[in-house]
Nanobody, 123 residues
Framework: VQLQASGGGLVQAGGSLKLSCANS????????LGWFRQAPGLEREFVAS????????VYADSVKDRFTISRDSAKNTVYLQMDSLKPEDTARYFC?????????????????WGQGTQVTVSS
């Protein structure tokens, strides 16, 4: 599994960004996918996850009702639509593949981390 995240950038508070994460190897079609983020000096934290069928999702409370995760199995890609962005959303965002087929926030179930994409939200 090789994951490449993209779509990050600099945006003003209240703005939107859409992140994409493409899996160059078609080996995660039966696995949940997740987005995590890490700000400087802080631990990596869960953001959102989507199950292998795309019907189950889990969100961190801090992003619920603002972020939407989706996946396109035909394109082997997972997306994170981020709306109403806040300065505290500033972090490097990573995608990863879960060993579970069901959406989960458990960090220990994820592997195959991509290099991430930087999101900076200015106030």
């Amino acid at each position: 599994v090789q994951l490449q995240a993209s779509g990050g950038g600099l945006v003003q508070a209240g703005g939107s960004l859409k992140l994409s994460c493409a899996n160059s190897r078609r080996t995660a079609s039966n696995n949940a996918l997740g987005w995590f983020r890490q700000a400087p000096g802080l631990e990596r934290e869960f953001v959102a996850s989507i199950g292998w069928k795309g019907s189950s999702t889990v969100y961190a409370d801090s992003v619920k009702d603002r972020f939407t995760i989706s996946r396109d199995s035909a394109k082997n890609t997972v997306y994170l639509q981020m709306d109403s962005l806040k300065p505290e959303d500033t972090a490097r965002y990573f995608c990863a593949v879960s060993r579970s087929p069901v959406a989960t926030s458990r960090l220990d179930l994820y592997g195959s981390w991509g290099q991430g994409t930087q999101v900076t939200v200015s106030s």
